[in-house]
């Protein structure tokens, strides 16, 4: 598979081992609404608050929405176009990488993009997720009308790219009918089965097409003989064709003399949905001033500049997830994905880096929590209620003499033990020294965030007594610790293997 090459690339292919775990620290007064949630606002770089999202989320996000920086000429401070390119090349390649860990085996991700970068973004894409994991290249007409003082070609839409983590297993989800699909469904002939639409009876001739296919029908109207046209075959062979005459599925028309019949439909006996397609028209699914206009009634002395309309936000995951599947956007911006997730019952996590995450998104999701009806509220029935955490990046697991720093606590520790050592996340919150259990081998943490105390009875270091009061296993066992009492012919024989804190503890 051709791979795609930039400038210092080989260092954004090494950033995410160097990227430090760092603790999220919470910031209670800046939540809102009910505390018994899971739903995460997180301020801070989003490399860094991914590395520290994965000993807790990897493998468990259904759906990835980013829309990050579309590397206009306001992208970065200082243009110039190799570097400016090659820069953008290599934010966006470690970051894909560890949003690549955090999804579900049946997940997906939608990276909105434009001209710009889009089909480069295509190539490290299919490097980070496979080729074969291409879904999808979607059109969102995100302008109604053209841009008369365009230079060139007015520039009405945008990508979204969209990758599954294992296509074999992703599917997508129906889309509901639209009212506009729904009025395709009459009854001109009033059948007593209600209303139903119409399609082609005929269908294109191919080189291997069965003969049987051809042939005359009846018109029961005019009793004329009435064949498909020349480079057209019926759809259905003779048996089938007698079938449907006698279900009552052929229309020949409110005067009985079409050419052909086309046949009936019945609204109830088609798939309650419709299979998404990829052009995405503005009247469906939003447009710029739109969504302009709703960030505005969030923030009107600095509405975001460049947000995408909540109906964008709930095709997407109204493709992509069910009811209670858990979001992650973490370029968020004006805080769209979070509030849509929010009123459609998913569950969320926001990265924002800068102040976007304070004065921005955290008082659109508080609004949202209050029930606001601007953007999809009326069409998903938002009414208010639930909640969310937010968090800022704390210290680094690793202080600078490489001893684990001393904010750190027994939580934190071991889920990033957890996670280094099993490459899952932990499931719940540590409380115990036995973290878990994974492939028959038991994991321990003894440490109680109190550094430099040595001693047997602090119950950091392994000593006969501390390994009585642990819970038992007969299988094999990582013990992590300050020290250990037991010499190497005695942890073999009861089945341990020990690791020494910090020396042993390792950066995801």
Known sequence: MPLLDWLNKSDAVRTVQKVPYRLLEAVPELGAGNSNTENMLIQGDNLQALKALLPLYAGKVKCIYIDPPYNTRSAFSHYDDNLEHSLWLSLMYPRLELLRELLTEDGSIWVSIDDN??????????????????????????????????????????HILAFSKNKEIWRPNLLARSQKQEKNFKNPDN????????????????????????????????????????IRVWAFDRNSHERNVADNLLWWGKNGKNPVPRLKKFADRVREGTVPTTVWRNDDVGNNQAAKREVISFNETDPFATPKPESLIQRILEIATNPNDLILDSFLG????????????????????????????????????????GGISKAVNWQGGGGFHYFRLGETIF?????????????????????????????????????????????YLLYNGILGDRRPQSGNVLTQAVLDSLPKHNGRKIIYGEASRFGKPRLEAENIVFKQIPYDVRSV
């Open 191 to 230: 059948d007593p089965r209600g209303t139903w639409s119409s399609a082609d009876y005929t269908c294109a001739k191919s080189k291997d097409e069965r003969p049987n296919l051809y042939y005359p029908i009846v018109n029961p109207n005019t009793g004329e003989e009435v064949w498909p046209n020349p």
């Open 334 to 373: 004006s805080g769209t994905t979070a509030a849509v997730a929010h009123k459609m019952n998913r569950r969320y996590i926001g990265i924002e880096m800068g102040d976007h995450a304070q004065t921005h998104c955290q008082p659109r999701l508080k609004k949202v929590i209050e029930g606001e009806q």
């Open 399 to 443: 202080d600078e003499y490489g001893s684990i720093h001393h904010n750190v606590r027994f939580a934190a520790l071991a889920a990033h033990i957890w996670f280094c050592e099993t490459r899952v996340p932990l499931a719940n919150c540590a409380d115990s020294p036995l973290l878990g259990i994974h492939n028959d081998t038991a994991y």
């Open 117 to 158: 970068e889009a089909h480069y973004l295509k190539v490290m894409m299919d490097e980070v997720f496979g080729r074969k994991n291409f879904v999808a290249n979607v059109m969102w007409e995100k302008k109604f009308s053209p841009q008369n003082d365009a230079k060139w070609l007015s520039l009405n839409h945008d």
